[in-house]
Nanobody, 122 residues
Framework: QVRLVESVGGSMQTGGSLTLSCAAS?????MAWFRQAPQKQREAVAS???????FYADSVKGRSTISRDNSNNTITLQITSLRPEDTAMYYC???????????????????WGQGIQVTVSS
């Protein structure tokens, strides 16, 4: 079992930025942030493989940076130029499925955080 502890900080206003952090109780190959807005399907926002190669959803590409620190099993996701449509419940996820041969972490995530609400105000 892997325990995930999530936190968020930053100026959550339109045009601002936020930083999401997630600490895992042990190393896993892949870690990621997902989000789900009301009435919408869950979306993979960004993921990172054990080599620290990042993968981003089109919705945040170019204004997001995900990084990981394998020494303490944490990931950090920064999203800039915030938009109202970034409002959602954000979930940290972790797992050992590397996904495709590209190690793109597009496989199954076994472990999930409790979720953290992000509301971007205009």
């Amino acid at each position: 079992q892997v325990r995930l502890v999530e936190s968020v900080g930053g100026s959550m206003q339109t045009g601002g930025s936020l930083t999401l952090s997630c600490a895992a109780s042990r190393f896993t190959n892949c870690m990621a942030w997902f989000r789900q807005a009301p009435q919408k399907q869950r979306e993979a926002v960004a993921s990172i493989n054990p080599a620290s190669t990042p993968f981003y959803a089109d919705s945040v590409k170019g204004r997001s940076t995900i990084s990981r620190d394998n020494s303490n099993n944490t990931i950090t996701l920064q999203i800039t130029s915030l938009r109202p449509e970034d409002t959602a419940m954000y979930y940290c996820a972790a797992g050992d499925d590397l996904g495709t041969f590209l190690n793109d972490c597009r496989g199954q995530f076994e472990y999930w955080g409790q979720g953290i609400q992000v509301t971007v105000s205009s």
